[in-house]
Nanobody, 126 residues
Framework: QVQLVESGGALVQPGGSLRLSCAVS????????LGWFRQAPGKEREYLASISGSGSVTDYSDSAKGRFIVSKDTAQNTMHLQMDSMKPEDAAMYYCAASIFSDPPLPTAIDEYDYWGQGTQVTVSP
């Protein structure tokens, strides 16, 4: 098992940047794939990005590609999501998740992830 805790959510202006973190604890030596999802009020949970257990392979949804970058710090067991050029539609609760199905391809479906964090709130407002 692993435990996931998101942090870094904040109020950001349109066009601004924000860096989210996901701290992983427990069975950190297993080859978990890690993913980022978000959910806005009235909408379904949306896949954004994922990274392989080794950190060498990444995947992005159309919403995230070109603006968001996923990375991981193996030494600190932490995954990050760098978000640039923030838009009002980026406002949501952001979740990180872990999946034992790390490749190939990287998992993108909610049902493919086994453990979830509690979420961190991102607000985009002028």
């Amino acid at each position: 098992q692993v435990q996931l805790v998101e942090s870094g959510g904040a109020l950001v202006q349109p066009g601004g940047s924000l860096r989210l973190s996901c701290a992983v604890s427990g069975d950190t030596l297993s080859p978990w794939a890690l993913g980022w999802f978000r959910q806005a009020p009235g909408k379904e949970r949306e896949y954004l990005a994922s990274i392989s257990g080794s950190g060498s392979v990444t995947d992005y949804s159309d919403s995230a590609k070109g603006r968001f970058i996923v990375s991981k710090d193996t030494a600190q067991n932490t995954m990050h999501l760098q978000m640039d050029s923030m838009k009002p539609e980026d406002a949501a609760m952001y979740y990180c998740a872990a999946s034992i199905f790390s490749d190939p391809p990287l998992p993108t479906a909610i049902d493919e992830y086994d453990y979830w964090g509690q979420g961190t709130q991102v607000t985009v407002s002028p």
